[in-house]
Structures are given as structure tokens and as C-alpha cells.
């Protein structure tokens, strides 16, 4: 693994204590290092994740700072991170292969500057490439918002947003926006065929705007499409008297 080159000379100055509410512009944290993040919201589906990414872009974007949005399993060809509010920002496809630490290098390269990095889907990273992100927080000041899955539809941590437990300075559940149809938080992810819920099958396409894989547990071929579910309707694997309702959005 190769580091970064770092052109930063004024790194082993002594650390000003900046805050997390007082992060300057690029160009004085070159002067003035201060410490980047790693933080990483975690949620359910339907939780706002991709709101509240859309919105610390926009309050970063709004302090001079510059961006550069990064999301995964998006298969429109024209990847953004779009909220169910109606917000959408272009992004970039970020596939398992890809190397973050050079993705962000290359766009130095190409005189863009990169401040912070947005992270959508975070749970589809690969261990590697959340160290990558730790990397670029620790040595090149970048600082780092991921946002993710918190469990798949079997209640295991995904692999990115395990790392991402292991590594984040600082890890937040989103505020859960989502219930359960009996009206207590919905906290889990239910992958349900037909009518029934299913609890084993590949991991694969958890994020709701993509198609269901074959094996995803449709064996019948009933559409397959997730709901959120608190965990004790979880463990029994009641879907509730309305199985349409909202925040379940039936996959193609
Ligand atoms: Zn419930």
C-alpha cells in the first residue's frame, strides 16, 4: 500500500485546537493544520441519510469549502445521492476496485481542490477502502462524512459500516424518521418475497433503488422489496396489516 505524497510541510507544526464547528478554509488549514474527521452516520432505510449527506454538503459548500461527492450502487449511469425529499446532487460511481486515496489525488492533480469527501452507501465500501478514507483524514486533512446502512436484511453489520465502526472518530445514528407499522422505531432492515419475510440469501442489493439479484430470496419469482421493521416485529417476522405502506418501496 503507497501513501500519498504529502506536499505539507507545515504538518509537524505544533496543533492548533480547532474545533469540529471551527474548520477553516483549505487554503488556512495549510498553514494552520487542523485535525480532519472520519464520522460516519448509520441507519435503516428511509432514515434521511442521503438528506443529511445532501445537507453537510451543502453547509460545507457554504463555508468556501470544496467537495467531492462519492456514492455506490448507483446504476443509472449518472450517479447522484438523491434524497426521497427531492434533493439530488451529482456524484461519483465508487466501485470496490477503486483506490479513494488515488481518486481524490487525481482530482488534485486536475487542479480541484478537495476538502471533504461525502460518502453515500458507506456499507458497500470495503475494509480497505475505509482505511483509504482514514488515511486521507489522517495524512492529508480531508476530512470524511460517511453515511450508511447500519445491519442487512439478516441484522449483521455490513462490511464498510463495520470498518467504519472500528475506525470513525465519530460514529451517530441518525435520528430514525422511519417506524415500524406498529409505531415503534423501525431499526431493522426486512428483505421480504411475496408476502413473507426472507432470512437468508446473498447480502447483495440492499439499497433500494436497485433490482433484486437472483438468490436475493425471490426463489419463486414474487418481487422482493425491503421494509423497515422494529426488532421485535423483526424477530418474529411480522410484516403488519399493511404490507404496502409507506417507506416500502417494491423493487423492479
Ligand atoms: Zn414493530
Given amino acids: 500500500m503507497t501513501s500519498l ?5 507545515t504538518a509537524l507544526l505544533p ?4 474545533g469540529p464547528d471551527a474548520v477553516p478554509v483549505a487554503g488556512d488549514r495549510r498553514r494552520h493544520p487542523a485535525p480532519a474527521h472520519l464520522v460516519f452516520f448509520h441507519g435503516p432505510m428511509d432514515c434521511g441519510k ?18 467531492l461527492l462519492l456514492t455506490q450502487g ?9 434524497s426521497r425529499v427531492g434533493l439530488r446532487q451529482d456524484a461519483v460511481e465508487l466501485t470496490g476496485h477503486i483506490d479513494v486515496r488515488l481518486l ?10 478537495v476538502d ?12 480497505d477502502q475505509v482505511g483509504q478514507l482514514a488515511e486521507l483524514v489522517d495524512e492529508s486533512h480531508v476530512d470524511v462524512y460517511a453515511f450508511g446502512l447500519t445491519t442487512d436484511f439478516r441484522t449483521r453489520l455490513f462490511e464498510g459500516t463495520a470498518r467504519l465502526f472500528e475506525l470513525a472518530d465519530d460514529v451517530q445514528r441518525v435520528q430514525v424518521e422511519v417506524l415500524c407499522w406498529c409505531g415503534l422505531p423501525g431499526l431493522l432492515n426486512a428483505r ?13 442489493v440492499v439499497a433500494d433503488t436497485g433490482p433484486a439479484e437472483p438468490g436475493a430470496g425471490a426463489d419463486d419469482g414474487a418481487p422482493v422489496r425491503y ?3 422494529c426488532r421485535r416485529h423483526h424477530a418474529r417476522g411480522q410484516l403488519g396489516p399493511t404490507p404496502t405502506g409507506p417507506g416500502q418501496l417494491a423493487l423492479p
Avoid: C, K
Fill in 192 to 204: 421480504v418475497a411475496g408476502n413473507a419475510m426472507v432470512r437468508e440469501g446473498a447480502t447483495v
Fill in 50 to 67: 442521503s438528506t443529511l449527506a445532501l445537507q453537510v454538503d451543502h453547509n460545507q459548500s457554504r463555508q468556501g469549502r470544496h467537495g
Fill in 15 to 18: 496543533e492548533t485546537a480547532f
Fill in 104 to 113: 481524490v489525488r487525481d482530482r488534485w492533480a486536475a487542479g480541484h481542490r
Fill in 74 to 82: 448507483d446504476r443509472s449511469g449518472n450517479p447522484q445521492i438523491s
Fill in 116 to 127: 471533504y469527501l461525502i460518502v453515500d452507501e458507506a456499507q458497500f465500501l470495503t475494509r
Fill in 227 to 229: 421494509q423497515v421493521l
Fill in 5 to 9: 505524497p504529502s506536499t505539507d510541510t
